[in-house]
């Protein structure tokens, strides 16, 4: 076979020569269709970072507002609570019965001791005696869910003081209630630190000095110290006028503690 290196030469020469055509033609409408994009991109990016920029604007404000509607909505300051002066008499019963359970479990017996104790504080107790029973046990009970009894109890006990309603017809001083708590505490010779810290827990409720309650403490135990030690001589075989006037001089100290505590609860001094 013979070939015509003269007509493939120039066939293959056409042919190149068309492909440098179609690919100029190709990077030719490629730039222009690219400068076409940029251009718009250009035209186009005043509006778009204006839109950016009234979309942070809108954010701002909306962030602003929401602060405002928080600082509007803010609850107002809580007012100072005013230690109490007096505590209603059915307060004053809760506490009691608060003060018995704290240490141990409320047995029936020591529920009927608090009854008869309450009875002689308030004469119309069993008008409203189911309520305040039930009212006491839930708490009691209530308090048994808690790792900290003693805690919750103490919690119970300011939280009854600082949400009285005091009414002036049924009521009793603070330092009234003191000496009272502290009485029934004392009333089995046993002052427990459960039954202290409960106390305590009221006083910060209280308008009672801490120097006061001090003082209250410290007499309540020295009347059961000289009762005990008043006990003890009258079973001795001492004799009898050696025995009396030891007696007599433990009695009059015991007057003079009594007098002092009750112009400390009447007077609301120091003494």
């Known amino acids: 076979m013979n070939f015509d290196f003269q007509k ?3 066939d293959l020469g056409n042919g190149l020569n068309q492909l440098g055509k179609n690919a100029s033609k190709l990077v030719g409408d490629g730039f222009n269709q690219a ?13 778009v970072a204006g839109d950016i920029t009234q979309a942070v604007g809108n954010m701002v404000n909306s962030v602003t507002q929401q602060m ?23 307060t004053a019963l809760k506490l009691i019965y608060y003060l018995m359970a704290v240490d141990e479990a409320m047995t029936p017996e020591k529920e009927a001791r ?37 805690e919750f109890m103490e919690y119970s006990a300011q939280n009854i003081l600082v949400t009285d309603a005091v009414n002036k017809d049924s009521c009793i001083s603070s330092r009234e209630l003191i000496w009272n708590l ?15 810290a409960l106390i305590e827990a009221a006083v910060e409720k209280l308008a009672v000095e801490k120097a006061d309650f001090l003082l209250l403490e410290q007499s309540i135990q020295t009347l ?10 009258k079973t001795t075989d001492r004799p009898y006028l050696t025995i009396e006037a030891q007696v007599k001089t433990l009695e009059n100290r015991k007057q003079i503690i ?10 609301g001094g120091a003494f």
């Open 68 to 90: 405002t509607d928080k600082k509007e909505d803010k609850p107002a300051e809580p007012v100072p609570f005013e230690p109490l002066k007096e505590v209603s008499i059915q």
């Open 182 to 196: 502290l009485g029934v505490t004392f009333g089995d010779e046993a002052y427990k630190p459960e039954e202290k």
């Open 35 to 47: 400068a076409k994009v940029v251009g718009d991109g250009l035209s186009q990016a005043p509006k």
């Open 114 to 150: 608090f009854e008869e104790m309450v009875v002689l504080l308030d004469p119309t107790y069993p008008e409203y005696r189911e309520s305040l029973l039930r009212t006491c046990r839930e708490t009691v009970a209530q308090s048994q869910k808690f790792k900290e009894p003693q």
């Open 224 to 233: 059961l110290d000289l009762e005990n030690e008043i006990r003890w001589l």
């Open 258 to 267: 009594q007098k002092n505590v009750q112009d400390l609860i009447e007077m």
């Open 8 to 10: 493939l030469s120039k």
